[in-house]
Protein backbone atom coordinates (compact mmCIF):
# COMPACT_ATOMS: atom_id res chain seq x y z
CA UNK A 1 0.00 0.00 0.00
CA UNK A 2 1.28 3.73 -0.53
CA UNK A 3 2.84 5.51 2.14
CA UNK A 4 3.44 9.16 1.53
CA UNK A 5 6.98 10.26 3.01
CA UNK A 6 5.74 12.31 5.74
CA UNK A 7 8.54 11.34 8.19
CA UNK A 8 9.34 14.78 8.81
CA UNK A 9 6.18 16.00 10.26
CA UNK A 10 6.62 13.73 13.17
CA UNK A 11 4.79 15.54 16.21
CA UNK A 12 2.60 18.02 13.84
CA UNK A 13 -0.54 16.85 15.15
CA UNK A 14 -2.86 18.96 12.78
CA UNK A 15 -1.28 17.98 10.08
CA UNK A 16 -2.69 14.26 10.67
CA UNK A 17 -0.12 12.63 10.23
CA UNK A 18 0.27 12.17 13.52
CA UNK A 19 -2.21 12.17 16.51
CA UNK A 20 -0.98 14.25 19.79
CA UNK A 21 -2.27 13.39 23.55
CA UNK A 22 -4.48 16.32 23.78
CA UNK A 23 -6.16 16.14 20.65
CA UNK A 24 -7.44 12.45 22.03
CA UNK A 25 -8.42 14.37 25.67
CA UNK A 26 -9.97 16.80 23.71
CA UNK A 27 -12.26 14.19 22.02
CA UNK A 28 -14.13 13.28 25.05
CA UNK A 29 -16.58 16.57 24.04
CA UNK A 30 -17.24 14.35 21.06
CA UNK A 31 -18.18 11.27 22.93
CA UNK A 32 -21.66 11.45 22.94
CA UNK A 33 -24.47 11.16 20.36
CA UNK A 34 -24.58 6.91 19.86
CA UNK A 35 -24.20 3.80 21.55
CA UNK A 36 -23.12 0.45 22.41
CA UNK A 37 -25.80 -1.13 23.89
CA UNK A 38 -28.31 -2.77 22.13
CA UNK A 39 -31.29 -0.04 22.20
CA UNK A 40 -30.78 1.75 19.08
CA UNK A 41 -32.55 4.19 16.87
CA UNK A 42 -33.84 2.26 13.67
CA UNK A 43 -31.15 3.06 11.97
CA UNK A 44 -28.38 2.16 13.53
CA UNK A 45 -25.97 -0.65 12.42
CA UNK A 46 -26.83 -2.27 16.18
CA UNK A 47 -30.27 -1.68 15.61
CA UNK A 48 -32.98 -4.60 15.55
CA UNK A 49 -33.73 -4.46 12.08
CA UNK A 50 -29.67 -5.16 10.92
CA UNK A 51 -28.64 -9.22 11.42
CA UNK A 52 -26.04 -7.35 13.69
CA UNK A 53 -26.92 -6.89 17.13
CA UNK A 54 -25.09 -6.64 20.49
CA UNK A 55 -26.51 -8.13 23.56
CA UNK A 56 -25.61 -5.47 25.76
CA UNK A 57 -24.68 -6.15 29.00
CA UNK A 58 -24.68 -9.52 31.07
CA UNK A 59 -26.76 -10.94 33.33
CA UNK A 60 -26.64 -11.76 37.07
CA UNK A 61 -29.16 -14.60 38.48
CA UNK A 62 -30.65 -12.82 41.50
CA UNK A 63 -33.48 -15.25 43.02
CA UNK A 64 -35.81 -17.69 42.33
CA UNK A 65 -39.58 -16.71 43.07
CA UNK A 66 -42.90 -17.98 42.86
CA UNK A 67 -44.52 -17.12 39.04
CA UNK A 68 -46.64 -14.45 38.92
CA UNK A 69 -49.57 -13.84 36.39
CA UNK A 70 -47.56 -11.32 33.49
CA UNK A 71 -43.96 -13.17 34.22
CA UNK A 72 -42.00 -14.08 31.00
CA UNK A 73 -42.44 -18.19 30.83
CA UNK A 74 -38.94 -17.87 29.56
CA UNK A 75 -37.91 -17.69 33.08
CA UNK A 76 -39.76 -20.57 34.56
CA UNK A 77 -37.46 -22.13 36.39
CA UNK A 78 -38.50 -26.42 35.47
CA UNK A 79 -36.75 -28.14 37.50
CA UNK A 80 -37.65 -26.28 40.83
CA UNK A 81 -41.25 -26.05 39.54
CA UNK A 82 -41.52 -30.24 38.68
CA UNK A 83 -39.57 -31.13 42.30
CA UNK A 84 -42.54 -28.41 44.42
CA UNK A 85 -45.10 -28.84 42.08
CA UNK A 86 -45.46 -25.02 42.41
CA UNK A 87 -44.27 -22.65 39.32
CA UNK A 88 -41.29 -20.70 40.17
CA UNK A 89 -39.32 -18.28 38.09
CA UNK A 90 -35.52 -17.21 38.11
CA UNK A 91 -35.13 -13.25 38.74
CA UNK A 92 -32.11 -11.66 37.20
CA UNK A 93 -30.57 -8.28 36.94
CA UNK A 94 -28.65 -6.51 35.03
CA UNK A 95 -24.83 -6.17 35.72
CA UNK A 96 -23.95 -3.18 36.78
CA UNK A 97 -21.36 -2.46 34.15
CA UNK A 98 -19.18 -4.78 31.58
CA UNK A 99 -16.13 -4.96 30.07
CA UNK A 100 -15.24 -3.28 26.81
CA UNK A 101 -11.67 -4.40 25.02
CA UNK A 102 -10.39 -1.82 22.20
CA UNK A 103 -8.20 -3.55 19.84
CA UNK A 104 -6.39 -0.51 18.28
CA UNK A 105 -4.06 -1.21 15.22
CA UNK A 106 -1.02 1.38 14.42
CA UNK A 107 1.07 -1.12 11.91
CA UNK A 108 2.87 0.28 9.29
CA UNK A 109 0.06 -0.36 6.86
CA UNK A 110 -2.59 1.62 8.76
CA UNK A 111 0.59 4.71 7.96
CA UNK A 112 -1.26 6.00 5.00
CA UNK A 113 -3.50 8.65 3.90
CA UNK A 114 -4.08 10.63 0.82
CA UNK A 115 -6.03 13.80 1.79
CA UNK A 116 -6.59 14.31 5.66
CA UNK A 117 -5.35 12.11 7.66
CA UNK A 118 -3.49 9.08 7.91
CA UNK A 119 -5.94 5.64 9.03
CA UNK A 120 -3.47 5.04 11.74
CA UNK A 121 -4.59 8.86 13.52
CA UNK A 122 -8.11 7.76 12.86
CA UNK A 123 -7.77 4.73 14.11
CA UNK A 124 -6.46 6.61 17.32
CA UNK A 125 -9.58 9.29 17.33
CA UNK A 126 -12.39 5.96 17.02
CA UNK A 127 -9.89 4.25 20.37
CA UNK A 128 -10.24 8.26 22.21
CA UNK A 129 -13.88 8.41 20.87
CA UNK A 130 -15.05 4.80 22.28
CA UNK A 131 -12.95 5.06 25.37
CA UNK A 132 -14.47 8.30 26.61
CA UNK A 133 -17.95 6.93 25.92
CA UNK A 134 -17.16 4.07 27.76
CA UNK A 135 -16.20 5.38 30.56
CA UNK A 136 -19.48 7.69 30.68
CA UNK A 137 -21.82 4.87 30.67
CA UNK A 138 -20.31 3.47 34.06
CA UNK A 139 -18.19 0.42 32.10
CA UNK A 140 -14.66 -0.40 32.22
CA UNK A 141 -12.40 0.05 29.56
CA UNK A 142 -9.34 -2.01 28.34
CA UNK A 143 -7.05 -2.37 25.33
CA UNK A 144 -4.75 -3.74 22.94
CA UNK A 145 -2.62 -1.36 21.29
CA UNK A 146 -0.12 -3.32 18.53
CA UNK A 147 2.01 -2.25 16.04
CA UNK A 148 4.19 -5.28 13.82
CA UNK A 149 6.07 -5.37 16.68
CA UNK A 150 4.58 -5.25 20.19
CA UNK A 151 1.08 -5.70 22.10
CA UNK A 152 0.79 -3.60 24.93
CA UNK A 153 -2.15 -4.95 26.74
CA UNK A 154 -3.84 -1.69 29.24
CA UNK A 155 -6.22 -4.32 31.72
CA UNK A 156 -9.69 -3.02 31.99
CA UNK A 157 -10.65 -0.48 34.40
CA UNK A 158 -13.32 2.40 34.87
CA UNK A 159 -11.51 5.26 35.28
CA UNK A 160 -10.13 8.57 33.78
CA UNK A 161 -6.83 8.08 34.45
CA UNK A 162 -7.28 4.27 32.74
CA UNK A 163 -8.42 5.99 30.02
CA UNK A 164 -5.51 7.99 29.87
CA UNK A 165 -3.20 5.14 30.08
CA UNK A 166 -5.18 3.67 26.70
CA UNK A 167 -4.39 6.79 25.34
CA UNK A 168 -0.89 7.65 25.70
CA UNK A 169 -0.40 3.92 24.73
CA UNK A 170 -1.69 4.77 21.23
CA UNK A 171 0.01 8.39 21.11
CA UNK A 172 3.59 6.27 21.75
CA UNK A 173 2.93 3.79 18.90
CA UNK A 174 1.18 6.15 16.37
CA UNK A 175 4.81 7.98 17.10
CA UNK A 176 6.77 5.64 16.20
CA UNK A 177 5.16 5.00 12.83
CA UNK A 178 7.13 6.37 9.70
CA UNK A 179 8.03 5.15 6.09
CA UNK A 180 11.66 3.79 7.01
CA UNK A 181 12.32 0.49 5.05
CA UNK A 182 13.64 -1.32 8.30
CA UNK A 183 9.92 -1.51 9.75
CA UNK A 184 8.46 -4.79 8.60
CA UNK A 185 4.87 -5.12 8.20
CA UNK A 186 3.70 -8.22 10.17
CA UNK A 187 0.35 -9.32 8.75
CA UNK A 188 0.15 -12.26 11.26
CA UNK A 189 0.29 -10.00 14.47
CA UNK A 190 -3.98 -9.10 13.80
CA UNK A 191 -4.41 -13.14 14.49
CA UNK A 192 -1.63 -12.73 17.14
CA UNK A 193 -3.93 -9.77 19.09
CA UNK A 194 -7.17 -11.83 18.98
CA UNK A 195 -5.83 -14.66 20.06
CA UNK A 196 -4.71 -12.95 23.05
CA UNK A 197 -7.81 -10.82 23.55
CA UNK A 198 -9.72 -14.48 23.44
CA UNK A 199 -8.29 -15.12 26.40
CA UNK A 200 -8.60 -12.12 28.44
CA UNK A 201 -12.79 -11.20 27.77
CA UNK A 202 -13.99 -14.25 29.49
CA UNK A 203 -17.61 -13.65 29.28
CA UNK A 204 -20.26 -10.90 28.27
CA UNK A 205 -17.35 -8.18 26.98
CA UNK A 206 -17.29 -6.11 24.10
CA UNK A 207 -14.25 -6.46 21.80
CA UNK A 208 -13.78 -3.45 19.26
CA UNK A 209 -12.03 -4.28 16.49
CA UNK A 210 -10.17 -0.89 14.92
CA UNK A 211 -8.24 -2.07 11.88
CA UNK A 212 -7.83 -1.91 8.58
CA UNK A 213 -8.41 -5.51 8.21
CA UNK A 214 -4.98 -5.82 6.88
CA UNK A 215 -4.01 -10.05 7.26
CA UNK A 216 -7.75 -10.90 7.83
CA UNK A 217 -7.69 -14.69 6.81
CA UNK A 218 -9.63 -18.12 7.56
CA UNK A 219 -7.62 -18.21 11.24
CA UNK A 220 -8.94 -14.61 12.00
CA UNK A 221 -12.47 -16.22 11.32
CA UNK A 222 -11.51 -19.21 13.90
CA UNK A 223 -10.35 -16.49 16.52
CA UNK A 224 -13.67 -14.01 15.54
CA UNK A 225 -15.57 -17.19 15.94
CA UNK A 226 -14.40 -18.61 19.59
CA UNK A 227 -14.58 -14.44 20.84
CA UNK A 228 -18.28 -14.27 20.03
CA UNK A 229 -19.30 -17.27 21.21
CA UNK A 230 -19.45 -15.27 24.79
CA UNK A 231 -18.80 -11.67 23.87
CA UNK A 232 -19.70 -9.03 21.13
CA UNK A 233 -17.19 -8.41 18.66
CA UNK A 234 -17.56 -4.87 16.56
CA UNK A 235 -15.08 -3.54 13.98
CA UNK A 236 -14.05 -0.51 13.01
CA UNK A 237 -12.96 -0.77 9.42
CA UNK A 238 -10.46 2.41 8.61
CA UNK A 239 -9.88 3.21 4.95
CA UNK A 240 -8.67 5.52 2.58
CA UNK A 241 -10.65 6.19 -0.18
CA UNK A 242 -7.53 6.26 -2.41
CA UNK A 243 -7.37 2.79 -1.26
CA UNK A 244 -11.09 2.24 -2.77
CA UNK A 245 -9.97 4.11 -6.04
CA UNK A 246 -7.68 5.47 -7.57
CA UNK A 247 -8.23 8.66 -10.05
CA UNK A 248 -7.24 8.78 -13.38
CA UNK A 249 -4.86 11.67 -12.82
CA UNK A 250 -1.38 10.25 -14.98
CA UNK A 251 1.91 8.84 -13.64
CA UNK A 252 1.97 8.53 -10.05
CA UNK A 253 4.57 8.08 -7.61
CA UNK A 254 3.70 5.83 -3.99
CA UNK A 255 6.01 4.87 -1.38
CA UNK A 256 5.88 2.13 0.80
CA UNK A 257 8.32 0.13 3.60
CA UNK A 258 9.62 -1.29 0.75
CA UNK A 259 10.59 1.63 -1.96
CA UNK A 260 8.91 3.27 -4.30
CA UNK A 261 6.49 2.47 -7.52
CA UNK A 262 5.38 4.91 -10.30
CA UNK A 263 2.37 3.93 -11.95
CA UNK A 264 0.46 5.13 -14.81
CA UNK A 265 -3.27 5.89 -13.53
CA UNK A 266 -4.49 6.52 -16.28
CA UNK A 267 -4.69 2.77 -17.42
CA UNK A 268 -8.16 1.82 -17.07
CA UNK A 269 -7.07 -1.84 -16.42
CA UNK A 270 -5.12 -0.99 -13.08
CA UNK A 271 -7.72 1.41 -11.83
CA UNK A 272 -10.16 -1.93 -12.32
CA UNK A 273 -8.18 -4.18 -10.94
CA UNK A 274 -7.26 -1.95 -7.93
CA UNK A 275 -11.38 -1.54 -7.13
CA UNK A 276 -11.38 -5.47 -7.34
CA UNK A 277 -8.89 -6.28 -5.01
CA UNK A 278 -10.21 -3.42 -2.25
CA UNK A 279 -13.80 -5.08 -2.59
CA UNK A 280 -12.32 -8.15 -2.39
CA UNK A 281 -10.96 -7.33 1.32
CA UNK A 282 -14.20 -5.75 1.78
CA UNK A 283 -15.68 -8.66 1.07
CA UNK A 284 -13.59 -10.87 3.28
CA UNK A 285 -14.72 -8.85 6.10
CA UNK A 286 -18.34 -8.30 5.33
CA UNK A 287 -18.56 -12.20 4.74
CA UNK A 288 -17.17 -13.08 8.13
CA UNK A 289 -19.50 -10.06 9.76
CA UNK A 290 -22.73 -11.85 8.67
CA UNK A 291 -21.82 -15.17 9.72
CA UNK A 292 -21.13 -14.69 13.13
CA UNK A 293 -23.65 -11.62 12.90
CA UNK A 294 -20.65 -9.32 13.46
CA UNK A 295 -21.58 -5.14 12.51
CA UNK A 296 -18.41 -3.81 10.60
CA UNK A 297 -18.80 0.47 10.80
CA UNK A 298 -16.61 1.88 7.83
CA UNK A 299 -14.73 4.58 8.48
CA UNK A 300 -12.75 6.15 6.12
CA UNK A 301 -10.17 8.93 6.66
CA UNK A 302 -11.50 12.18 4.59
CA UNK A 303 -14.52 12.23 7.08
CA UNK A 304 -15.10 13.72 10.93
CA UNK A 305 -14.65 10.54 12.82
CA UNK A 306 -17.58 11.24 15.35
CA UNK A 307 -19.83 12.26 12.75
CA UNK A 308 -19.18 8.82 10.88
CA UNK A 309 -19.38 7.35 14.37
CA UNK A 310 -23.05 9.18 15.11
CA UNK A 311 -24.16 8.68 11.74
CA UNK A 312 -23.40 4.54 12.35
CA UNK A 313 -24.52 4.20 15.84
CA UNK A 314 -26.42 7.42 17.53
CA UNK A 315 -29.03 9.89 16.74
CA UNK A 316 -30.50 11.32 13.76
CA UNK A 317 -32.51 14.44 13.53
CA UNK A 318 -35.55 14.29 15.58
CA UNK A 319 -33.88 11.74 18.25
CA UNK A 320 -32.49 12.04 21.40
CA UNK A 321 -29.15 12.04 21.95
CA UNK A 322 -28.11 9.70 24.69
Not at 41 to 56: D, F, M, Q, T
Request: glycine share 6%; with cysteine.
Amino acid sequence: MAIPDHSNDKGTGSSGVYIQLDELVRLQHKASGFSFLPRQPVHSILSGRHASKLRGRGLNFEELRDYLPGDDTRNIDWKVTARTRTPYVRVYTEEKDRTVWLLIDQRVGMFFGSKERMKSVVAAEVAAISAWRVLSVGDRVGALVFNDSEISVVPPHRSRERVMQILKQVVEKNHALNSNPDLEPDADKLNEVLKQVSILARHDCLVCLITDADGINPETQRHITRLSEHNDVLTAFIYDPLEKEIPAAGRLRFADSGGQLEADTSSKKLRTDFQSAFEQKLERIQSASCRFSIPVLPLQTTQPVSEQIREALGHHQGTKRF
